[in-house]
């Protein structure tokens, strides 16, 4: 199969998931601080420090997309999208199970 049409519409996509994965991080890592409970203190420093991390996530998300989209390299451009979608998804099940843990506590 020839992958070659398909490179830029996997490029441009993976682009853009990488910036909702990025985004939903950056706001779920305080929920998941919150949840925790403990030290305001250290749940701050914590944040700061997933934040830190979450920086060099997207870096290595994004360094790979264009790695595999200038070299031509499908395979490797898939591999990415669906560790892109693989975190979105794990990071989207985690606000939703936060949601209903607060939700459950509040009745």
Request: charged letters at 15%; proline letters at 5%; aromatic letters at 12%.
């Amino acid at each position: 199969m020839d992958m070659d049409p398909l490179l830029l519409p996997l490029f441009v996509v993976n682009i853009l998931l990488v910036l909702v994965d990025a985004s939903v991080g950056y706001h779920l890592a305080p929920l998941l601080f919150q949840a925790g409970g403990g030290d305001p203190e250290a749940a701050e420093s914590g944040v700061g420090s997933v934040r830190k991390l979450l920086t060099g996530v997207v870096l290595l998300y994004m360094f790979f997309n264009c790695y595999a989209f200038f070299r031509y390299n499908g395979p490797l451009l898939l591999l990415v999208t669906a560790l892109v979608l693989f975190d979105l998804g794990g990071q989207l099940y985690i606000r939703h199970r936060s949601r209903n843990h607060a939700d459950a506590e509040d009745q």
